[in-house]
């Protein structure tokens, strides 16, 4: 493994937001849930295209917060526009589980 300094960390612009709206996204190559997510001020809503369906629903995720990085270069996932890449670490068969705080935070908290 390769150390890297903590100057190139802070270029990942890791943030907490909420999820405010999802629906399947039964048309992506993968099984996929569209997330709409609220960063707050500074950074408003972004969408994302997320393979997290293993574990959650779209109407479960409303209202949750999570952990994303928001300075990506938007990605093209069919006919969705991915904004953010929603965060989250593999089950014991590699299925996504999301990586959220543990207590309540305000949206746009950075990762530090």
């Known amino acids: 493994m390769d150390n890297i300094s903590y100057d190139y960390f802070q270029k990942v612009d890791v943030r ?20 709409w997510i609220d960063f707050g001020g500074e950074i408003g809503e972004r969408r994302s295209s997320a393979q997290i369906t ?13 952990m994303a990085v928001v300075n990506f270069p938007p990605r093209q996932i069919g006919k ?9 670490l593999p089950d014991e068969n590699g299925e996504v589980v999301l990586t959220v ?6 949206l746009g908290g950075r990762l530090h």
Do not use: N
């Open 80 to 88: 969705f526009i991915s904004e953010v890449l929603v965060l989250g």
């Open 16 to 35: 907490v937001g909420r999820v405010t709206r999802a629906e399947p996204y039964p048309e992506a190559r993968k099984p996929a849930i569209k997330l």
């Open 54 to 66: 293993a574990h959650y629903d779209p109407e479960t995720l409303v209202g949750r917060q999570v």
């Open 101 to 106: 705080p543990d207590q309540e935070v305000p």
